[in-house]
T-cell receptor, first 114, second 116 residues
Framework: AQSVTQLDSQVPVFEEAPVELRCNYS??????LFWYVQYPNQGLQLLLK??????LVKGINGFEAEFNKSQTSFHLRKPSVHISDTAEYFC????????????FGQGTRLTINP | EAEVAQSPRYKITEKSQAVAFWCDPI?????LYWYRQILGQGPELLVQ????????DSQLPKDRFSAERLKGVDSTLKIQPAELGDSAMYLC??????????????FGPGTRLTVL
């Protein structure tokens, strides 16, 4: 079974500052990794995903994440945030085998202050 | 751009009543998922369909929850009777499938259920 731990429940940052949202996972098999964003009263939208290949993955809205197998981490970064990035961010994993089941972390609420 | 549709967006009910949620996936998507998201937590998979067949319902409380996707297109999730602990956001997602784990899941806006 897989599990995901998002180390920060809330992250406040100032506009135009860099941000890192941390995600660690646990799995006995190889995994695929995802970051989703949820704006207020909306569903989840895929930011980026790691399937294989380069460990640095670029996504939408200027976000990127780096897969670190030895650290079992998949941290999300953005060099300069905007007010519109205020949202809940979820890290998720699925394994190579069986059904395409996503296991989500508990989420990190990113708040951008002007 | 095609989207996953869900209705209703909000539902308030009293405990012991029956409720039903509807989901229409993106056209052509073979795989459909229902997730429950309790406030302050990440979504948890309740049931997954491949066309009209259930692939995974291991986390579905089958004594009160049921789900169907009779023609392999839209789907209904039902709760009977509702309990206070069922208050949550119910999210539907779809993916192209059945190629496996690399398909992106596209989420609908969700149905927020409040049980009084």
């Amino acid at each position: 079974a897989q599990s995901v731990t998002q180390l920060d429940s809330q992250v406040p940052v100032f506009e135009e500052a860099p941000v890192e949202l941390r995600c660690n996972y646990s799995s006995s098999v190889s995994v695929y990794l995802f970051w989703y964003v949820q704006y207020p009263n909306q569903g989840l939208q895929l930011l980026l995903k790691y399937l294989s290949g380069s460990t640095l993955v670029k996504g939408i809205n200027g976000f990127e994440a780096e897969f670190n197998k030895s650290q079992t981490s998949f941290h999300l970064r953005k060099p300069s945030v905007h007010i519109s990035d205020t949202a809940e961010y979820f890290c998720a994993v699925s394994n190579f085998l069986g059904a395409q089941k996503l296991v989500f972390g508990q989420g990190t609420r990113l708040t951008i202050n002007p | 751009e095609a989207e996953v549709a869900q209705s209703p967006r909000y539902k308030i009910t009293e405990k012991s009543q029956a409720v039903a949620f509807w989901c229409d996936p993106i056209s052509g998507h073979a795989t459909l998922y229902w997730y429950r998201q309790i406030l302050g937590q990440g979504p948890e998979l309740l049931v997954q369909f491949q066309d009209e067949s259930v692939v995974d319902d291991s986390q579905l409380p089958k004594d009160r929850f049921s789900a169907e996707r009779l023609k392999g297109v839209d789907s209904t999730l039902k709760i009977q009777p509702a309990e206070l602990g069922d208050s949550a956001m119910y999210l539907c997602a779809s993916s192209l499938g059945p190629s496996g784990n690399t398909d992106t899941q596209y989420f609908g806006p969700g149905t927020r259920l409040t049980v009084l």
